[in-house]
């Protein structure tokens, strides 16, 4: 779904609330083992008179590792979320991130922050909240956060250069990084003024544009101006930055800790040992109460309280990871849910935080190379921007006796 970096509002509508409880008892016997550490249910319930159907993949951590891939291993570029979980061997994958869908060479793009093995592929807009993932040697540990992730590039004797964004479209003064990851060239039109990087030093400052992008280094391009500072064989470094945002939730409130309360965070101590991130709108439920942050993170009404297809991960009480889509636009058969709706639904089956992905015609879910789903999407399965697949870990090699 094409989420943009700046969502408009729309008419409101009437906001429809759940009427149903989940049999915990009932629904742990629709579940079925399929892998070690990987089990699926289908369910099928009623909103009212409205038929809503559900899939559910629930993982053990400690059995399973989480990863996210961008479409054909690049920053831009689209993908069906089967091919991606075919290509890195998984037995079980999700639609992720929301990301630019046209026609352009700029498809794919993500709306918001993604990082995929430790690189930053696109920073944080709006907010939002997203799913970080760290893969230990014994277990996979998820975090929930809406820190502002960006890009950031110094120089020497603390120089700064002030950048917007990394691969994505470069608008007006604005000053984009353009990684290996992005293509071979930057897509930027003629006359734009670019720093090319390679191995930590400036190799050159050209006002051509389209400039080809090192595997060694980075580009920076700009319509504006870079200064004086800034010339060939100078060292620059390209890392990455975080803060948490803040909110102006009432007019009243002026402690700062009371409106960062309202959403999850990663942690300082966490937010560097990320490996891969992804995005989402909204977050739905925090520490075991429905919280979602629509307004906060510019979602439209229409988005928020329409039943539309959806995608959601959740963290449960159990420790455990739960992958959820539930099918809609299809009258009769699915209508979806509404967001309150899902994070009743997830509520109820024990989830202590919880998120929204991308849904509407990217809702998809894979297991053993087949969408078990029934997407939306008038082509069928839609290609997508990411998306975060399942793997089986190893098991672990029994410890040596000594004689």
């Known amino acids: 779904m ?19 409880v989940v049999d915990r008892k009932s629904l742990a016997q629709e579940f079925r083992t399929v892998h070690e550490g990987v089990e699926y249910a289908q369910v099928e319930l009623r909103l009212g008179e409205d038929p809503v159907k559900i899939n559910l993949l629930r ?3 400690k059995r399973v590792r989480l990863d996210v891939h961008h479409a054909l291993d690049k920053a831009i570029g689209l993908e069906t979320t089967s091919s991606i979980a075919k290509r890195k061997g998984a037995v079980a994958a999700i639609n992720a991130g929301f990301f630019r869908l046209d026609k352009s060479e700029f498809a794919g793009d993500a709306a918001s922050v993604l990082m995929v093995d430790g690189r930053l592929l696109s920073e944080s807009s709006n907010g939002r909240i997203a799913i970080g993932i760290i893969n230990g040697k014994k277990k996979t ?10 890009p950031m590039v110094t120089g020497s004797k603390y120089s700064v250069i002030g950048v917007d964004g990394v691969n994505r479209q470069l608008k007006g003064d ?3 990084v353009y990684t290996p990851e992005f293509g071979p060239s ?10 090319i990087v390679r191995q930590g030093r400036i190799v050159e400052i050209s006002q051509k544009g389209n400039s080809s992008i090192p595997k060694d280094g980075f580009v920076i391009s700009t319509n504006g101006e870079f200064g004086d500072a800034w010339k060939v064989r100078s060292k620059v470094r390209l890392s990455m930055a975080t803060t948490i945002p803040t909110y102006d939730l009432a ?9 960062k309360e309202k959403f999850l965070t990663f942690g300082r101590e966490v937010v560097f040992k990320l490996e891969d991130v992804t995005n989402g709108v909204p977050q739905l439920i925090k520490n075991r109460k429905i919280d979602i942050t629509w307004e906060q993170e510019k979602a439209s009404r229409a988005f928020v309280f329409n039943r539309h297809p959806r995608t959601a991960v959740a963290k449960m009480k159990d420790g455990k990871f739960l992958m959820i889509t539930v099918d809609g636009r299809q009258p009769g058969v699915s209508v979806g849910m509404t967001l309150q709706e899902l994070a009743e639904y997830l509520l109820n089956l024990g989830a202590v935080d919880a998120m929204n992905l991308d849904g509407g015609g990217s809702t998809t879910m894979v297991l053993d190379g087949k969408v078990v789903n029934k997407p939306s999407d008038p082509t069928g399965e839609r290609k997508i921007g990411d998306a975060i697949v399942v793997t089986l870990r190893k098991p672990a090699r029994p410890a040596s ?3």
Do not use: M, Y
Not at 141 to 150: E, I, R
Not at 251 to 259: F, K, L, P, V, Y
């Open 2 to 20: 094409d989420l943009s970096r700046n969502i408009g509002f729309v008419v409101p509508c009437l906001l429809i609330f759940a009427l149903f």
């Open 59 to 61: 993982l053990d951590l």
């Open 141 to 150: 540990d998820v975090f929930f956060g809406n820190d502002v992730l960006k």
């Open 174 to 176: 604005e000053k984009i």
């Open 186 to 195: 930057t897509l930027s039109a003629q006359n734009t003024s670019e720093l």
């Open 251 to 259: 007019a009243d409130i002026e402690d700062e800790r009371n409106r």
């Open 401 to 403: 006796r000594k004689n």
